[in-house]
């Protein structure tokens, strides 16, 4: 754990085969980190400009394209699991994810069967299963659980999804006990927001942070057996924020924060480890007042999102299969 005794975990944003030999390895040695998450946009970017893959590439001309992306993805993560088995064993987390196809992401059977698929071949009791956080998806979830499966609850934007995951992972804790993670999407909401707020002279930078504060309250009054909110999309873009924001402000007991490499590098160096939440409930509906007042519809823009996370993890595993043809 980060901060051990807020029970709050860092985990690394990234996946990419030569950084897993040196930097991933440095994180977890100097104790900054304790986990990892992957996601199609990851994978397509490692698998598609780093060197490190070509020699595996080359020997797997007799596959389909998606055996191909399996039998990459499912190497990496094997040796980030490794990595991270001595912090596994000693209950410290030492989780890293893998998203199932997000093709799938409407059909509730075939997310259940590639996870169960997936984890299988993986064959590390350290993985979690990402799924997306669809009407599908929450029935895939309890079902995984059900299964003994870690799984890790994706494009997390609204509280209803959240509640929708929270509730499934309790109906399957009647079953078995395993890790959960909400993983809560925050700078994304203010990226769509923010020009709009500055323009119509409200504080931006903020609501993002607001929404995923709301989350935690409600995830943790529910107090599942073994699961916690992650935060997710926490790298800052542009120069307006400092690039450990989105890790200051979401300082909570019982939490993960998962971050690019460049972001957790900035809140080692200099970010404020004091703990921020749990906000106050008045606090959280004040902003979200101020919010609408300004002529935004916070259900819309969490709709949009939503849309747009599931089609930008479609549109990176599109390409990466388009490349391994």
């Known amino acids: 754990m980060y901060i051990a005794s807020a029970r709050f975990a860092l985990w690394a944003d990234f996946i990419e085969r030569t950084f897993l030999d040196d930097g991933f390895k440095e994180l977890i040695a100097k104790g900054i980190i304790n986990g990892a998450t992957s996601n199609p946009a990851i994978f397509k970017s490692a698998i598609l400009t780093s060197p490190a893959y070509k020699e595996q590439i080359a020997t797997l001309s007799h596959l389909s394209p998606k055996e191909k992306y399996e039998a990459l993805a499912i190497y990496d993560i094997q040796k980030a699991a490794d990595i991270l088995r001595p912090l596994y064993d000693a209950g410290d987390d030492g989780y890293v994810s893998i998203e199932v196809d997000p093709f799938l992401c409407d059909d509730a059977e075939a997310t259940i069967a590639e996870g169960v698929r997936l984890h299988a071949a993986i064959n590390r009791p350290n993985v979690m299963i990402k799924v997306p956080a669809t009407d599908a998806g929450y029935g895939a979830m309890e079902a995984l659980v059900s299964r003994g499966i870690a799984v890790n609850a994706t494009l997390v934007f609204s509280v209803e999804q959240a509640l929708a995951c929270a509730k499934a992972f309790e109906r399957a804790s009647i079953h078995t006990s395993v890790d959960t993670v909400i993983s809560v999407f925050v700078s994304r909401i203010d990226r769509a927001i923010d020009d709009?707020?500055?323009?119509?002279?409200?504080?931006?930078?903020?609501?993002?942070?607001?929404?995923?504060?709301?989350?935690?309250?409600?995830?943790?009054?529910?107090?599942?057996p073994r699961c916690r909110v992650l935060f997710a999309s926490t790298g800052v873009k542009g120069s307006e924020l400092r690039a450990s924001y989105y890790i200051d402000e979401l300082l909570a007991p019982h939490s993960v924060n998962t971050a690019p490499i460049a972001t957790i590098d900035a809140f080692v160096a200099g970010g404020d480890t004091t703990l921020k939440l749990p906000l106050t409930d008045d606090l959280i509906q004040h902003h979200r007042s101020v919010v609408a007042s300004a002529g935004i519809d916070m259900e819309e823009v969490i709709a949009h999102q939503i849309a747009d996370g599931l089609d930008a993890f479609k549109i990176a595993f599109g390409e990466i299969l388009s490349e391994l043809e």
């Open 196 to 224: 709009t707020l500055r323009s119509r002279g409200v504080e931006s930078g903020k609501m993002g942070i607001i929404n995923a504060a709301d989350i935690y309250n409600r995830v943790e009054a529910l107090k599942v």
